[in-house]
């Protein structure tokens, strides 16, 4: 069965204090590791799509890296704007036409000005 | 629309009642997701439409829950005898292509069954 844990459960930082947050994954044959934002009340917002280890995506503070066991999201000088709820998703092989992503629990990020 | 529209974004019923909740997708998307979102508890899947089939229902939890979609557009998900463990927020994501890396959400059905 396929298991996607999140840690830490919940992180504050600084203002300009950088850090990473973890992704571990157990799936039989990775298609896709997803990262999304979810801010309070607010559906999931997609942010990264990583397909093979090795690989890397930026954008603004934030980059996803990714090896065959774990993703971290690297947040660079976070501001208070980048608090929210980052998850992480695997998506695995099609088995009878299945697309269904499995989501860890998510890491609440709270930056303090 | 622009986005994903999902109505009604709150919903109290009474246990034992019938409840509809409706998912408009992006235009054009032919994969539309349905996940239950628990307090402290991560997305769970509940059913993956291509079109107006669903290649995936395995994580309905039981057969009071049934979702269908229609012109390949609008779904819906029926709770039938509501109990209170169904409350959470329920939420639909729509996808250009089947396999598409990119699923866009929308708000969410808040359901609260008391």
């Known amino acids: 069965e396929d298991q996607v844990t999140q840690s830490p459960e919940a992180l504050r930082l600084q203002e300009g204090e950088s850090s990473s947050l973890n992704c571990s994954y157990t799936?039989?044959?990775?298609?896709?590791l997803f990262w999304y934002r979810q801010d309070p009340g607010k559906g999931p917002e997609f942010l990264f799509t990583?397909?093979?280890a090795g690989e890397e995506k930026e954008k603004e503070r934030l980059k996803a890296t990714l090896t065959k066991k774990e993703s971290f999201l690297h947040i660079t000088a976070p501001k208070p704007e980048d608090s929210a709820t980052y998850l992480c998703?695997?998506?695995?092989?099609?088995?009878?036409?299945?697309?269904?992503?499995?989501f860890g629990k998510g890491t609440k990020l709270t930056v303090n000005p | 629309g622009a986005g994903v529209s999902q109505s009604p974004s709150n919903k109290v019923t009474e246990k034992g009642k019938d409840v509809e909740l409706r998912c408009d997708p992006i235009?054009?998307?032919?994969?539309l997701y349905w996940y239950r979102q628990s307090l402290g508890q991560g997305l769970e899947f509940l059913i993956y439409?291509?079109?107006?089939?669903?290649?995936?229902k395995s994580g309905l939890p039981s057969d009071r829950f049934s979702a269908e979609r229609t012109g390949g557009s609008v779904s819906t998900l029926t709770i039938q005898r509501t109990q209170q463990e169904d409350s959470a927020v329920y939420l639909c994501a729509s996808s250009l292509v089947p396999d598409s890396t990119e699923a866009f959400f929308g708000q969410g059905t808040r359901l609260t069954v008391v």
């Open positions: 439409f291509q079109g107006n089939s669903a290649p995936d």
């Open positions: 990583l397909y093979s």
């Open positions: 799936v039989s044959g990775l298609r896709g």
């Open positions: 235009s054009g998307h032919t994969a």
């Open positions: 998703a695997v998506q695995g092989p099609t088995q009878g036409g299945s697309e269904k992503l499995v």
